[in-house]
């Protein structure tokens, strides 16, 4: 069955560092986009990502962010200045008629 | 904008019996879709049960089966013959026809007892 895989599985940072999360979408969906799970709390949308750009992106989604698609596979999510409440889970999923979500990337920011 | 809301924070079951979670959720929107899903301690999210707004038969997966009330705004999940598999948070989720976004409920620890 298809899948959507991210990397790094887990991901150390320090606070004020940029980095750069990675998904492989499945590769005919056309639907790509990231949330976030605060350990403890619920899913969270950040920003969908359609016909290579954004369509939709939540409150949370603020300038320190940004995705891309570089290259017709991958699909990243930058954070660019690390901030300690950054720290959580951040699932990919992308869909066609159904949504399919990555394992997920633990990120920590110390 | 939608919520969606689950009142149960944590339920417990034995093995071998059932169990419903609940979830409601607020739209002003017709059509939709409604989704449970399983979060297990790998923290990997998998899709339980969907279910399209404008079905008005309930959604059925083998042991996992929704209770779909449209004009109360509920909808459930009922899990049968429970498994030691089944423990893991369960969330709720709501997307609108333009599938855009999923909002999620706040999750329902399950934990099943041998």
């Known amino acids: 069955e298809p899948e959507v895989t991210q990397t790094p599985s887990h991901q150390v940072t320090q606070m004020g560092q940029e980095v750069i999360l990675r998904c492989v979408p499945i590769?005919?969906?056309?639907?790509f986009y990231w949330y976030r799970q605060i350990l403890g709390q619920k899913v969270e949308f950040l920003v969908s990502?359609?016909?290579?750009?954004?369509?939709?992106k939540s409150e949370i989604f603020d300038d320190q962010f940004s995705v891309e698609r570089p290259d017709g596979s991958n699909f990243t999510l930058k954070i660019r200045s690390t901030k300690l409440e950054d720290s959580a889970m951040y699932f990919c999923?992308?869909?066609?008629?159904?949504?399919?979500f990555g394992s997920g990337t633990r990120l920590t920011v110390v | 904008a939608q919520t969606v809301t689950q009142s149960q924070p944590e339920m417990s079951v034995q093995e071998a019996e059932t169990v419903t979670l609940s979830c409601t959720y607020d739209?002003?929107?017709?059509?939709?879709?409604l989704f449970w899903y399983k979060q297990p301690p790998s923290r990997q999210m998998i899709l339980v049960i969907r279910?399209?707004?404008?079905?008005?038969q309930n959604a059925t997966e083998n042991r996992f089966s929704v209770n779909f009330q449209k004009a109360a705004k509920s909808f459930s999940l009922k899990i049968s013959d429970s498994q030691l598999g089944d423990t893991a948070m369960y969330f709720c989720?709501?997307?609108?026809?333009?599938?855009?976004?999923?909002?999620f409920g706040g999750g329902t620890r399950l934990m099943v007892k041998p």
């Open positions: 999923a992308s869909s066609t008629a159904g949504y399919t």
């Open positions: 590769s005919n969906h056309l639907y």
């Open positions: 990502f359609y016909n290579n750009e954004i369509s939709e």
């Open positions: 739209t002003s929107e017709s059509n939709y879709y």
């Open positions: 279910q399209e707004a404008y079905k008005q």
């Open positions: 989720a709501f997307m609108n026809r333009a599938g855009n976004m999923l909002t």
